[in-house]
């Protein structure tokens, strides 16, 4: 079984921005564990300039490119995320964001692993599920060259791959695929009188109330149905 963990850096939160890095890293079951492989990243000259506020997030800028820098075709997409040996099932944190900028025609509709609903589940006393918070909440001992600079597509996959075979130890892969299919398990309400409130201790009417709302997020909704039903069924 391959893990494939992908994270990549981009000019912008949904296309047409592109695709300016791609980190990969491996991780490979062996015996009763799981390996973790060498890291992979390469950059992409994007076509149509990089804006000053994504620069100050990963600090890529114009002057990473050179003449021989490859723009980040779907074929040249579709060869980074299946070089090597083929991965059974591709990872990242907060999916979500890699599948807009991956078409399934580069993946070959192989299934997703999301690591930051994953955490959700199965870490919800975490103070943040960001990938370097959880690296540091569970006291990863990783080398700095590898895993730092954070909001670089190469480090981010590194700490993310740590914390994939720290989450296999408490779930299954069939279980995290799962749940990925499904909207984001929020470990507290997010908003209004009663932000950071556990769902167990929201009042009924003010559950009923979130349901109706057409403009709520879809992931809020979900949490209050399923605390509703859980009372409905105990």
Not at 4 to 31: C, K, N, Q, Y
Not at 131 to 158: E, S
Not at 206 to 227: H, P, S
Request: proline content about 8%.
């Amino acid at each position: 079984m391959l893990l494939r963990v992908i994270d990549i850096e981009t000019t912008g939160i949904e296309p047409p921005a592109e695709i300016i890095e791609l980190g990969r890293v491996d991780v490979i079951s062996e015996g009763d564990g799981w390996r973790i492989d060498r890291l992979m990243a390469r950059l992409y000259r994007p076509l149509n300039g990089i804006p000053p506020e994504t620069m100050a997030v990963h600090h890529i800028t114009e002057d990473d490119f050179d003449g021989d820098t490859p723009v980040c075709s779907e074929e040249r997409l579709r060869k980074a995320v299946w070089g090597g040996q083929r991965p059974d099932i591709l990872v990242a944190h907060n999916c979500g964001f890699e599948q807009t900028f991956i078409p399934d025609t580069a993946t070959d509709d192989l299934p997703w692993i999301c690591t930051y609903k994953v955490a959700l589940r199965i870490w919800p006393e975490a103070p943040q599920h960001t990938n370097q918070v959880l690296r540091y909440w569970r006291g990863l001992k990783l080398d700095a060259a590898l895993a730092m600079p954070p909001h670089r597509a190469g480090p981010d996959a590194w700490v993310t791959a740590h914390l994939l075979t720290e989450m296999l130890k408490c779930s299954t892969i069939e279980q995290m695929i799962e749940w990925t299919k499904q909207p984001k398990q929020l470990p507290a309400i997010p908003f209004g009188k009663h932000r950071g409130s556990n769902w167990q201790d929201i009042p009924g009417d003010y559950l009923n109330w979130m349901v109706r709302q057409d403009d709520m997020d879809r992931d809020v909704i979900w949490c209050a149905q399923e605390e509703l039903e859980r009372r409905r069924s105990s």
